[in-house]
Antibody, heavy 120, light 106 residues
Framework: QVQLVQSGPEMKKPGSSVKVTCKAS????????FNWVRQAPGQGLEWMGGIIPVLGTIDYAENFQGRVTITADESTNTVYMEFSSLGSGDTAVYYC?????????????WGQGTLVTVSS | DIQMTQSPSSLSASVGDTVTVTCRASQGITNYLAWYQQRPGKVPKLLIS???TVLPGVPPRFTGSRSGTNFTLTISSLQPEDVATYYCQKYISAPGTFGPGTKVEI
């Protein structure tokens, strides 16, 4: 399985954007699809979107369409999630989560999570 | 999009009890259903894939079943370490919608 290491916590102002990085290691990057899942404090898991880099497939959940952009750099085995127009309701832990591409969007491995706090 | 519901939202049981969590898909997803366990303060963990396949290393007291668009996670002989929130997820195609979760307490 691939191991995922995410960038550190972020503090953002309302209306701004955040870009979270997820570096994969330990297996062939091209075997995997990558999901972004968020969890607000005390709340459940919310699938935001995903990417299968080798296929060029990118999907977004309807709730986040237009605000989230997911990209990947196969040369560095890194996946990115940029989230714009942040509001206080976007304060959450954002997880990068991977799974083998033929079972996408199922998740086999999770990153450690990145806490994004939105506050004025 | 296909919606995923779970019931109950929470439950309390005793050590040794058998616990059942139900997940329902609003449309057919065949067996493309996964169950995850999230212990307090931890990252989620995949327990069951394909509705019924228990992942290696997961205790055999965890089982999954399917009847049409209804899916069940059963924990036989509940243990203290099973205190967690359990989520189902459909993965027949994107979006990989999760159920709202079921909190299991002892």
């Amino acid at each position: 399985q691939v191991q995922l290491v995410q960038s550190g916590p972020e503090m953002k102002k309302p209306g701004s954007s955040v870009k979270v990085t997820c570096k994969a290691s330990g297996d062939n990057f091209s075997r995997y699809g990558f999901n972004w899942v968020r969890q607000a404090p005390g709340q459940g898991l919310e699938w935001m979107g995903g990417i299968i880099p080798v296929l060029g497939t990118i999907d977004y959940a309807e709730n986040f369409q237009g605000r989230v952009t997911i990209t990947a750099d196969e040369s560095t085995n890194t996946v990115y999630m940029e989230f714009s127009s942040l509001g206080s309701g976007d304060t959450a832990v954002y997880y990068c989560a991977s799974g083998v591409s033929y079972n996408y969007p199922r998740v086999d491995s999770w990153g450690q999570g990145t806490l994004v706090t939105v506050s004025s | 999009d296909i919606q995923m519901t779970q019931s109950p939202s929470s439950l309390s049981a005793s050590v040794g009890d058998t616990v059942t969590v139900t997940c329902r898909a609003s449309q057919g997803i065949t067996n493309y259903l996964a169950w995850y366990q999230q212990r307090p303060g931890k990252v989620p963990k995949l327990l069951i894939s394909g509705a019924t396949t228990v992942l290696p290393g997961v205790p055999p007291r965890f089982t999954g079943s399917r009847s049409g668009t209804n899916f069940t996670l059963t924990i036989s002989s509940l243990q203290p370490e099973d205190v967690a929130t359990y989520y189902c997820q459909k993965y027949i195609s994107a979006p990989g919608t999760f159920g709202p979760g079921t909190k299991v307490e002892i």
